[in-house]
């Protein structure tokens, strides 16, 4: 009887195992980009060890009224393709790895990491 306990309760482990979901991987390093406040002050932003994988609309620039971003500089280890769109669509570029950067007319509003 023992020996049954102890196998259900391996299978149940190995099942509970299994259900959790593992960590999304990472772009290793930063990527900036530069935006324009309604004052017409420019910020820079960094974004640390983004998510591979996912769209990631920057917060300062979610829809078309607001002024995009500009000169995207990739320092991570994976491919950053950057949209004109907040939803990952429409014009792209990609900069690669570790040194890619666009300039002022690389207008941007969401980046994905991967490759």
């Known amino acids: 009887m023992s020996l049954r306990r102890a ?4 299978a149940g482990a190995f099942t509970l195992l299994l259900a959790i979901p593992s960590s999304a991987s990472a772009a290793v390093g930063e990527f900036s980009y530069t935006w324009i406040d309604d004052d017409g002050v420019a910020h820079h932003r960094k974004l640390v ?3 591979e994988e996912d769209c990631i609309t920057l917060p300062e620039t979610p829809d078309i009224e607001a002024a995009p971003a500009h000169t995207p500089v990739n320092r991570t280890d ?8 907040a939803d990952c669509s ?6 690669r790895p570790v040194n890619g950067a666009g300039n002022q007319n690389t ?3 969401a980046v994905v990491f991967g490759g």
């Open 7 to 10: 196998a259900l309760a391996a």
């Open 78 to 85: 994976k491919t950053a393709t950057v949209f004109f769109e």
């Open 107 to 109: 207008l941007i509003r």
């Open 49 to 51: 060890d983004p998510r």
């Open 90 to 95: 429409g014009e792209w570029v990609n900069l």
